[in-house]
């Protein structure tokens, strides 16, 4: 296992523990990220993976373990607060956009743009085919739109790190190439990004690391100049 000790981390886990009710899923997670890099997460479904991202945002029933963020604690902190005191954003599988507005209605909903929070111009700039259809509801919107609409309201927050949950599933290979752009622009401007992902092939040249995980536990990091020597070990992973 290729790891690599981070002099200053803006997301450190260790030993983190996740349950839903009596289902103990998550069962010592550990990884770490400085500022302005990007890690995934892979793995098979139902490995833990969208769990681990839900934990850091105090969406499951019980957590235990640390995680720290620029220094600070956060296992002990309550949900509502956990997104603004960390500046996270999180994209959720699902996308939770609000169907019944306009893309520039979704974008001018959050009730305060905070610190370093992007302009709904300078989005339709970063994702321009939003822009062209900015009076489109929701509902009309394609799996593409949504996404890059999903992605775009949590900028609009001053989030700097970013929990982003399977954001290419399902998409149409432009769109892909179109996601994979915007991650590399934010990485570009000092974002930190954790990419829960199955599209490895989307995945390996945005990464500076992979962490594995199976059944709720690490059990490998790969670097990302280590990528091309452990494709027999990946492919190994991440078959059905």
Known sequence: MSTQTLTKPM????????WYGESHVLHGIDLELAEGQLITL???NGAGRSTTLRSIMGMVDRREG?????GEEFITKPAHRISPDARIGFCPEERGIFASLS??????????????????????E???NLANVRKRMGTRLSGGEQQMLA??????????????????EGLAPVIVKTLGRVIRDLKSRGYTIVLVEQNFRFAAPLADRHYVIE??????VIEAADVEASMDRLNHY???
Do not use: C, Q, Y
């Open 42 to 44: 892979l793995g098979r």
């Open 151 to 168: 992605i775009a309201r949590i900028l609009r927050t001053g989030a700097r790190l970013l929990l982003l949950d399977e954001i290419t």
């Open 215 to 220: 059944h709720g536990e690490v059990i490998d």
């Open 66 to 70: 640390s995680i720290l963020i620029n």
């Open 11 to 18: 997301l450190k886990i260790e030993g983190l523990h996740a």
């Open 126 to 128: 970063m994702f321009p």
């Open 103 to 124: 893309v520039e209605e979704n974008l001018m909903l959050p009730p305060t743009v905070g610190e370093n929070g992007m302009s709904v111009e300078e989005l339709f």
């Open 238 to 240: 991440l078959s059905v």
